[in-house]
């Protein structure tokens, strides 16, 4: 059965991040159905939404929880947030 996650980065802006991205929930199996960018001065975010199946939803949810504990202990924080269905 497809689920949906719903996820929203805001982060450093750099060359890779949106390659860097796709990657995240191609590797784990996932989709990306829809997705809309955008650059803030230095900072770049991305809301996209997610199909695929729990395992799928699970790893891209565990990476992307990792990756934000990761940042908050630099200076410049980038944000994740997820919300599945």
């Known amino acids: ?13 750099r060359a890779g991040l949106v390659r860097d991205l796709s990657a995240i929930v191609t590797d784990a199996d996932g989709n990306i159905q829809e997705s809309r960018m955008i ?4 900072e770049f975010a ?8 729990w395992a799928a ?8 929880r990792s990756c934000a ?7 410049r924080q980038g ?4 919300h599945g269905s």
């Not at 059965?1 to 802006?13: F, G, N, S």
């Not at 991305?46 to 199946?53: D, Y």
């Not at 939803?57 to 992307?64: A, L, M, N, V, Y």
């Open 46 to 53: 991305v809301l996209m939404l997610i199909a695929g199946n």
């Open 69 to 75: 504990t990761r940042r908050s202990h630099h200076h």
């Open 39 to 42: 650059a803030l001065g230095s």
């Open 57 to 64: 939803i699970g790893k891209i949810s565990e990476i992307g």
């Open 79 to 82: 944000q994740y947030t997820a």
């Open 1 to 13: 059965m497809e689920k949906l996650l719903a996820v929203t980065v805001i982060a450093p802006d």
